[in-house]
Every structure is written in structure tokens, then in C-alpha cells.
């Protein structure tokens, strides 16, 4: 091999080791909102959202960011909040920022991200949060009283497509609907 062809062979070597290292921006992952995957029932009207970005590449930091929260999991806008890119490192307690959130709804979201170098990432799968009841006029239960076991019948006109049952009780319950446990938790404080 001539010296020519060793100098151009160590040339493009070296720039495919550049262009390797350098890496490409990956979809964000483990999407949380107040601390939580896919939480159900929080209680603020800003929650605070996290991510991690990804990365093929070593020693990559995220430059920028967009967040969309839609009220449509199949939505590609933010309906709800479209930050914009905006020019931060931060991944962790970003604030909610958009239009106020509604009691007792599901909104779904994802983030993209820009490296140092301006490569923006993919958008991360899909998460989601459900408001609880946020306001004290919400609240329309009344106190039921008993002994050790409460219990309330009643019927529904036809199948709900969904349905959700806020607890509020002084010391510890249990939730059963139709003789069977509601969850996996055992004696939930108030």
C-alpha cells in the first residue's frame, strides 16, 4: 500500500468514526408526568412532565425541546399545549404550560428532542395522564355514614364505555364493585 493510499484510507477511516460517534438522536423514553407513568387521579393543574433522551451517539446532550398534549390519543397536534422548540437542556420537571386542564380527563402526550449539534430526535411513544377532580365545586358526593363497611347500591341505564370512582374517606378503605376488589392496593390512606 503506498503511502497515498494509507494517508486517504486513515482520512475516511477517521470520518467514519466521526460520523459514528456522533450518533443520531433517538425517540425519547420513560415518559412520566408528576413522578408517575401514565398516572391516574393527579391533583394539579401544571404537572410537571419528564423524559429521557436517547441517543446513538457518547457525550450527546439535548439542546432543545417540543412537547404536545393533545385530548386525542391519535391526535399529531397539541390541541391542548404546543411548546414550541424551546431552546433547554431540561428533561425533568418541566411544567405543564398550556390551556388550563379540565377535571376528570384523559390527555395524552409526547415529546421530540434537538441535540447539540441540531439533529432533532423522533417523537416518543405516546403517554398519558388523567386529571382527578381539581376544583371543590366538582366534588357533587355526599357523606355516606355506617359502620366498619359502606355499602351503596345502584343500577345503570346501559354498559358504560368508561368509568372512574373518586374515594375520599377518613382513615383507610377498600374499593369493591360487584363483590370484587377494585385495584391491587391494600388499605389506601384518605
Known amino acids: 500500500m ?3 493510499m494509507w494517508t486517504a484510507t ?30 391516574i387521579g393527579i391533583d394539579v393543574t401544571s404537572p ?14 439535548q439542546a432543545a425541546y417540543q412537547i404536545l398534549v393533545s385530548s386525542r390519543p391519535e391526535a399529531q397536534t397539541g390541541d391542548q399545549w404546543d411548546s414550541g422548540r424551546v431552546a433547554s437542556g431540561e428533561f425533568t420537571q418541566v411544567v405543564y404550560a398550556g390551556k388550563p386542564l379540565a377535571s376528570a380527563r384523559t390527555y395524552y402526550w409526547k415529546v421530540r428532542y434537538w441535540d447539540q449539534d441540531g439533529q432533532v430526535s423522533p417523537y416518543s411513544a405516546t403517554g398519558r395522564f388523567e386529571t382527578g377532580l381539581l376544583g371543590a365545586s366538582d366534588w357533587k358526593a355526599k357523606w355516606i355514614r355506617g359502620g366498619n363497611q359502606l355499602r351503596r347500591e345502584f343500577s345503570l341505564p346501559a354498559r358504560p364505555v368508561r368509568a372512574r370512582a373518586f374515594v375520599s374517606g377518613i382513615g383507610f378503605y377498600e374499593l369493591r364493585l360487584n363483590g370484587r376488589k377494585v385495584g391491587d392496593h391494600v388499605l389506601d390512606p384518605a
Do not use: K
Not at 410537571?48 to 446532550?61: A, C, E, M, S, V
Open 10 to 39: 486513515c482520512v475516511w477511516l477517521i470520518a467514519l468514526m466521526a460520523q459514528s460517534a456522533a450518533g443520531s438522536p433517538l425517540a425519547p423514553s420513560g415518559l412520566r408526568c408528576e413522578y408517575l407513568v401514565d398516572p
Open 48 to 61: 410537571r412532565l419528564f423524559w429521557t433522551p436517547q441517543h446513538t451517539g457518547r457525550g450527546i446532550n
Open 2 to 4: 503506498t503511502h497515498r
